[in-house]
T-cell receptor, first 110, second 116 residues
Framework: DAKTTQPPSMDCAEGRAANLPCNHS???????VYWYRQIHSQGPQYIIH???NNETNEMASLIITEDRKSSTLILPHATLRDTAVYYC???????????FGAGTTVTVRA | DSGVTQTPKHLITATGQRVTLRCSPR?????VYWYQQSLDQGLQFLIQ???????AKGNILERFSAQQFPDLHSELNLSSLELGDSALYFC???????????????FGPGTRLTVL
């Protein structure tokens, strides 16, 4: 049973910010939110993760709502190379595996 | 480049055969994970090894087995292959094996297996 809900697809314009939503209304206190992406059958690429605070790294920002029931991944300036399937994953701190859902297919258009 | 290497990149074989996929984790990582990605099942966790020992098992068939060697590389053995085993097989590695917020998994480029 899926722990996250993501829109199946979204488009964004090159150079604009891409905001990718994820719902995880049943998240528990010890569960982290992870984001990975997969570019055309390549290995999934780690983007960012967080527990309850907002996080930022060189790739993206992760905004988690105060009740932790949803989050948004922000790609600040999308490029064509950001076209990929983006996976939002909820993972407990004592869970060894990553459980991938269907993800969101993001298409960046020139 | 994640630092995880997998060989071979492509493998074509026939039903009933046996193949071995190889994975070398990032330097310093003790855990290796295997995932299968097929068109109808998506990315699914198969098995995890930590420092040579099996730690967790997912939806791995009995025809499949894995091991992690003293140098920490891992092999996934697939036997009595069926058409439905055609998929991408990914290996990932992490420093530890779960339990800490820093335990991020980094994926290799994958092996594409085609069973004819």
């Amino acid at each position: 049973d899926a722990k996250t809900t993501q829109p199946p697809s979204m488009d964004c314009a090159e150079g604009r910010a891409a905001n990718l939503p994820c719902n995880h209304s049943t998240i528990s206190g010890n569960e982290y939110v992870y984001w990975y992406r997969q570019i055309h059958s390549q290995g999934p690429q780690y983007i960012i993760h967080g527990l309850k605070n907002n996080e930022t790294n060189e790739m993206a920002s992760l905004i988690i709502t105060e009740d932790r029931k949803s989050s948004t991944l922000i790609l600040p300036h999308a490029t064509l190379r950001d076209t990929a399937v983006y996976y939002c994953i909820v993972r407990a701190s004592d869970d060894y595996k990553l459980s991938f859902g269907a993800g969101t297919t993001v298409t960046v258009r020139a | 480049d994640s630092g995880v290497t997998q060989t071979p990149k492509h493998l074509i074989t026939a039903t009933g055969q046996r193949v071995t996929l190889r994975c070398s984790p990032r330097s310093g990582d003790l855990s290796v994970y295997w995932y299968q990605q097929s068109l109808d099942q998506g990315l699914q966790f198969l098995i995890q090894y930590y420092n040579g020992e099996e730690r967790a098992k997912g939806n791995i068939l009995e025809r499949f087995s894995a091991q992690q060697f003293p140098d920490l590389h891992s092999e996934l053995n697939l036997s009595s292959l069926e058409l439905g085993d055609s998929a991408l097989y990914f290996c990932a590695s992490s420093v530890e094996g779960g339990g800490t917020s820093t335990d991020t998994q980094y994926f290799g480029p994958g092996t594409r297996l085609t069973v004819l």
